[in-house]
């Protein structure tokens, strides 16, 4: 079950991560 709940937060910081790299390109595009 620790497996389980460590592979699932691996897999919720790799999607905050894409999504904070779309974040940053679009606010330099913006600019």
């Known amino acids: 079950m620790i497996a389980e709940k ?6 919720d910081i790799k999607l905050l991560q ?4 779309y974040v940053f390109q679009k606010r330099r ?3």
């Open 6 to 11: 460590e592979l699932r937060l691996d897999e």
């Open 18 to 21: 894409m999504n904070l790299k």
């Open 29 to 31: 595009l913006k600019k």
